[in-house]
């Protein structure tokens, strides 16, 4: 069993992307561009997710767990699954949980968590 750990994209605060046991743990990611409705926001996450996921030698096929924090359940979670369905693996689907959550600002609407099998 490999002890080793690899860490990605690394600051003072955190690692982007952390490898252990053949599991890559992708840090909570949001939007770069804030202007957006859930649906852009939703698209510009997913999208850097995918980018995170080619850089550890993994794509969304492999998600294991995935963690959405939403600002507002209420109006934004059918937006919200719109845009997972389109992107999601329906044939590898992963474990999901979905909350409502203070994100850091507030012009952030949502937040995702990834782990994913190498």
């Not at 698209?43 to 492999?62: E, H, M």
Request: glycine share 6%; net charge negative; aromatic share 4%.
């Amino acid at each position: 069993m490999s002890t080793e750990i690899k860490r990605i994209d690394s600051n003072e605060r955190l690692s982007r992307i952390v490898i252990h046991n053949g599991v890559v743990h992708v840090a909570g990611v949001t939007a770069s561009n804030l202007d957006g409705d859930i649906q852009a926001q939703t698209r510009d996450v997913l999208a850097k997710i995918d980018g995170y996921l080619a850089q550890a030698g993994t794509d969304k096929s492999r998600l294991l767990n995935v963690q959405i924090w939403l600002k507002d359940i209420d109006r934004d979670f059918a937006g919200m699954n719109a845009v997972w369905a389109e992107w999601a693996d329906r044939n590898n689907m992963p474990t999901r949980a979905t909350c409502e959550a203070k994100l850091a600002r507030p012009e952030l609407l949502v937040e995702i968590i990834v782990s994913a099998a190498l």
